[in-house]
């Protein structure tokens, strides 16, 4: 499991990133992705890339995903979403304080799977 931070100037860039990751990365999502204050982002991802951002994001999620750390950069690498997308490794020295706070996140509304069929076949 990875998670991955998103940080986007705004929900239809966000809703867009994940559908990114799921469609182009070919990751699959664990549960629903959760909003997390752009501000907390930001510092993450700062304190990761270990470096100033250039743009504050307006808004910000992290998404859980099926699949290891090194797969999860790699198949990250080959998209190209509209919004900032960090993975965050086991490495990372705050990771089980993220983990923690990934569980008390509110969840993210208006996202829907790409991968599932919502709809009813019609007889």
Known sequence: MSLILIRALNKSKLLNSI????????????GKPKLISSEKADKIAEKILKQKLRTESR?????????????????????????????????????????????NLAQLDGYYSPKTNNYRKSN
């Open 19 to 30: 559908s990114d990751v799921e469609r182009y990365a070919n990751l699959k999502l664990i």
């Open 59 to 103: 808004i910000s999620a992290i998404i859980n995903v099926k699949a290891e750390t090194t797969k999860t950069i790699m198949q990250i690498k080959k998209i190209h979403p509209p919004a900032h997308i960090t993975v965050i490794s086991e490495e990372y020295d705050d990771y089980n304080h993220i983990t923690e706070l990934y569980e």
